[in-house]
């Protein structure tokens, strides 16, 4: 069947459910949006591709770090491959939550944090990487994410592979996708109205997608 079909040793199936999860959390605006969206509107998009990029190696990193140990733990027992997971559906569900009830105060707040003077390419890079590695909930969503789609049946290696690249691909392109609509349409991106109908929609999702985690089964 078309759902049995593997990709680095992860079916389609999986591999689908999680692009559309990815697809949703590089999407949704949040400390590394905002900072490239301050960074096209100050400096300029061009610039601002420094800054996508000094978030994806910050993601890669993360990434790792997130696998690091997994590989082990996840063969070690079924338990802690279950605990992880349960866990991990409810974060989702809680962060999800946070998004549905995020005051427009914080997103103001969070922008005001980011903006800075004129800098380098290369400092947007380090700043960039810097946002991403600076925060400790994105180690543990990928920590809670990655194990909800391998199969520990399978090669760890090659579908942790996957799902870093697939999170990097997404993150960057939706990152400049922002990038581009705050250099040219700059106000209207940043209103805090239309950052709350976008997060309590995707919160929405989030929350339906740790239920669903939460009863699917290990592989």
């Known amino acids: 069947m078309l759902w049995q079909i593997r990709i680095m040793n992860m079916t389609i199936q999986s591999w689908l459910m999680y692009l559309v999860l990815v697809f949703i959390a590089t999407s949704t605006p949040g400390p590394a949006v905002l900072f490239i969206t301050t960074s096209a509107t100050i400096h300029g998009w061009r610039k601002a591709v420094f800054a996508a990029i000094g978030n994806i190696v910050g993601l890669f990193c993360l990434g790792i770090i997130a696998v ?8 070690t027992s079924e338990m802690i491959f279950n605990s992880i997971k349960y866990a991990g559906a409810t974060y ?3 962060l999800g939550i946070k998004l549905i009830f995020q005051k427009n105060s914080d997103v103001t707040t969070m922008k005001k944090q980011l903006i800075s003077t004129d800098v380098s390419s290369q400092k947007l890079f380090f700043q960039a990487l810097g ?50 609509l705050a250099h040219k349409v700059k106000a209207w ?10 997060n309590r929609t995707s919160g929405s999702i989030f ?13």
């Open 189 to 198: 991106i940043a209103k805090p109205n239309r950052i709350k109908v976008f």
């Open 68 to 75: 690091t140990g997994l590989g082990t733990v996840l063969n």
């Open 131 to 180: 946002v991403a590695l600076s925060n400790p909930k994105a180690i543990v969503f990928l920590t809670a994410l990655f194990p909800q789609f391998v199969n520990t049946k399978e090669t760890l290696i090659p579908q942790f592979s996957m799902l870093i690249a697939t999170l990097m691909f997404f993150s960057f392109s939706f990152l400049m996708l922002y990038a581009l």
């Open 207 to 219: 929350v339906g997608f740790g239920i669903l985690l939460a009863t699917s089964s290990n592989n």
């Open 92 to 94: 989702l569900i809680y």
